[in-house]
Structures are given as structure tokens and as C-alpha cells.
């Protein structure tokens, strides 16, 4: 299974915009509402590996997955910020 978006992001403060191309490698059902899902991201960092959760029910929409970029170095995933968590809940 091999499926590209381009997708926009931005942090809640607006201190960061970003662009990426997400491939979607792998979505398995979880339960009635949920998938866990494995993609790859590139963006201007570099290019990293996902795994994560998605929940849908009705207009309720909502993801949370850890990101690990490929260069820990250049993307400052070294100490203690070694994996980045992502959250996002979309209604309506």
C-alpha cells in the first residue's frame, strides 16, 4: 500500500509553519472508531518514520502519533527530545 498527500501544518502559537509529502504505508482497524497507521514524512527537516493512532465517530476527528526523523542530529531528537509527539483533534 503506497498513498502521497501533501499536507499544511502549524503550531497552536503560529511560531512554526511547514509543508510535507506523507506516504501512508500501513493502516490496520483498531477497533469501531480507530486505526493505527504507519507513514513516512519528508519536509524541510528531512524525512522521518511514523506510527500513530487516528479515531473517527460522527464530525469528530482526532490523531496522535510519534515521529522519529531519520538525522537525529540535524532535527534535535538527541537527549532527552528523542522522539516527537503529535496530538490534533478536528470537530465539525
Sequence with gaps: ???K???????????????????????????TFSYNISFSML???GGSEAKGTIMHQADYF??????IYDDKQKSGQTGTFQTLIYKGVQRG
Excluded at 482526532?62 to 515521529?67: A, G, L, N, W
Design 1 to 3: 500500500m503506497s498513498r
Design 5 to 31: 498527500w501533501n499536507i499544511k501544518y502549524v503550531t497552536n502559537d503560529n511560531t512554526f509553519r511547514d509543508t510535507a509529502v506523507v506516504t501512508l504505508k500501513d493502516i490496520k482497524l483498531r477497533n
Design 43 to 45: 519536509d524541510s527537516i
Design 62 to 67: 482526532s490523531i496522535i502519533f510519534r515521529k
